[in-house]
């Protein structure tokens, strides 16, 4: 059974006052409950470290409904809303729809409290302890081990949150105790960025069982099925594998386009042998890939089930939560259907970039690719995204100009409405909803970044192949291998697939960044589709420019909230803020 992370909304007022949220660092605040009380309550431990997995975001609606697609190339919001901020290139220091700072530093300072909290004290079983009898001392074995791995998980979640944050802010303070009140901050400095990643990749080698204690200190490589919802092994090497492959990548190993910053240790790693560099990212893509026979990954025979079933062989960390919902049909459903706003609309830019069903590009120069752009494709398009004539409860779904779901209010903008993560069965008319998962890791993932890692460490080695292709050979899918071809050729094949294949999963923005094509990709415009219906009832269709993107140098990183750094103590410590902000 695969490992599933699940958002417990549980009401638990000693948790909302030991974790006061903290807006600049991970600070302890006093409090006037007894820490010992939580510490040593075995039911208080457990729902202290379940409120540690709630700060992993849900990317359904990650910018105020907004998927982060809608911030890249894949895909515009129809109300536009936060989500234009970033596309407009307005968004700085004062105002970033997506700045997480705050955010994570709050789960970061709560995990130092509990793990120092839970070395201090020791949790009361004694009821179990000593009583004799077999069942009370398996009650007592298991809660000892729940009590270690507890540990365990929240050391992962602690170096996942650091992630997250180093990709988006660069070297960043790594806090590994809580701050007491008369914490010293002029001696508090951002880490180089190279410290922050030795520092999340040596956490995830020792839960993933590569430290000195070996299995003795990783975390389980599965749960029963009554304990799911919680980080495993493969979840941690899978964390590894996808850092040290932003390691390895352009960005964090070329500074030139921050114009002589004199902090380039903040945004850049020390100077090492790039080959090197993608040979550790290849190994630790190959880790979990190796771990698959015993954590059973593998891919699910339907690529459409992705993001609708939480049990499935393919996935390795998800965010789940807990019951049944409805909201991202209501969101997400074709506009013109009952219930439906259908707001992330797919673009041009990514339907183009699905191949045709022989492997070829599609080309807008080519006569019979324009008569009819979504026949003979790569299937995972029509898998991903709703195109003109595609069906959508046993109705044919009409984007052409007049069609009924396109001349409505709020219509899609590019062409398209989103179809992956969606549940078509769901009936919104009786409020009906299904389970809804958030993929963060799953093993496809870890093939793709082996293929790309080994690409550059060791052009021609064969696995290249092996790998990038295994996603296309999918039961579903089966499109044609890539084949063998020069580096560079294959570097854009890879490339390529890991759009297709793992689009709408929060990978495309962080890639054009890693990649440094940002401003090129992203700087350019957005493209739709217009359809006309003619009066013989043929189609034709028209690539459209539907809004100029906006992408500037400076924000391959983002900048330190200006309220942090206008901090008073901070700003005695002499922070510099990030690049051309």
């Known amino acids: 059974m695969k490992n599933i992370i699940t958002k417990y909304l549980i009401p638990c007022l000693l948790l909302v006052f030991l974790f006061s949220a903290c807006a600049d660092l991970d600070r302890e605040y006093s409090t006037s409950l007894n820490e010992k009380i939580i510490a040593t309550e075995y039911g208080n431990l457990q729902r202290q470290v379940v409120n540690l997995y709630t700060g992993m975001r849900d990317g359904h609606y990650a910018i105020n409904n907004a998927m982060m697609a809608s911030l ?7 109300l536009q809303g936060s989500a234009q901020t970033v596309n407009s290139g307005s968004w700085n220091q004062y105002v970033n729809p997506d700045d997480l700072w705050s955010l994570f530093y709050t789960y970061i300072r709560r995990i130092n409290t509990y793990l120092e909290s839970s070395e201090k004290y020791e949790v009361n079983l004694d009821a179990y302890k000593y009583d004799p ?7 007592y074995k298991t809660r000892l081990a729940d009590i270690n791995n507890w540990k365990k998980e929240a050391r992962f979640l602690r170096a996942y949150y650091y992630f997250e944050l180093i990709k988006r802010y660069g070297g960043i303070p790594i806090l590994k105790n809580a701050l007491p009140l008369n914490a010293d901050f002029e001696n508090i400095q951002r880490n180089t960025l190279q410290e922050c990643v030795d520092f999340i990749s ?12 070996g299995e003795e200190d990783a975390l389980p490589l599965q749960y029963s ?34 114009q002589g910053y004199s902090h380039p240790e903040l945004i850049t790693l020390d100077k090492k042998n790039r080959t090197e560099r993608w040979a550790e990212a290849a190994a630790a893509a190959k880790t979990v ?41 209501k969101l997400n459903f074709p506009a013109g259907f009952p219930g439906g706003q259908g707001l992330v609309t797919p ?29 003979n494709r790569d299937p995972r398009l029509a898998l991903t995204i709703y195109t003109n004539g595609a069906t959508f409860k046993n109705t044919t779904i009409e984007t052409f100009e007049g069609g009924v779901n396109k001349n409505i209010v709020n219509a899609t903008t590019t ?19 299904s389970n809804h998962p958030w993929v963060i890791f799953r093993i496809t993932e870890m093939y793709l970044n082996y293929a ?61 960044r890693r990649w440094m094509i940002g401003t090129t990709v992203l700087n350019q415009n957005l493209e739709g589709v217009k359809i006309y219906k003619m009066e013989d009832n043929t189609l034709t269709y028209e690539k459209i420019n539907v809004e100029k993107r906006f992408f500037l140098p400076k924000m391959y990183f983002y900048p330190i909230p200006e309220n942090v750094i206008l901090n008073e103590k901070v700003t005695m410590a002499g922070w510099p803020q990030n690049p051309l902000w």
């Open 415 to 433: 062409g398209y409405y989103l179809r992956k993560f969606v549940d078509p069965n769901i009936n919104l008319v009786i409020n009906g909803g």
């Open 452 to 512: 790309e890692a080994l690409n550059e460490s060791d052009p021609g080695n064969g696995e290249i192949l092996t790998y990038v292709n295994k996603s296309r050979e999918r039961t579903g899918v089966k499109m044609p291998p890539i084949t063998m071809a020069s580096q560079n050729e294959l570097r854009e094949r890879i490339r390529n697939e890991r759009r297709v294949e793992l689009a709408f999963e929060d990978h495309r923005l962080w890639d054009t």
């Open 225 to 258: 099925d009554d304990n799911l919802g919680r980080a495993t092994r493969g979840a941690a090497l899978a964390l590894k594998s996808r850092l040290l492959l932003y390691a390895a990548s352009d960005l964090w190993n070329d500074a030139s386009w921050a």
């Open 347 to 375: 673009s041009q830019n990514l339907v183009d970039a699905y191949e045709m069903a022989d492997g070829t590009k599609f080309d807008w120069n080519n006569p019979q690719h324009v008569a009819n752009p979504y026949a």
């Open 289 to 329: 890939i190796d771990l698959s026979a015993r954590a059973g990954y593998n891919l699910t025979t339907n690529y459409s089930d992705l993001g609708k079933l939480f049990q499935s062989p393919e996935l390795i960390l998800v965010r789940r939560i807990n019951g049944n919902t409805n909201t991202f049909e």
């Open 202 to 213: 040596e956490e995830c080698s020792v839960l993933g069982g590569e430290g000195q204690n």
């Open 133 to 139: 009898s077999e069942n009370a001392q398996q009650i």
């Open 72 to 78: 890249s190339d894949e895909a515009e919001y129809t």
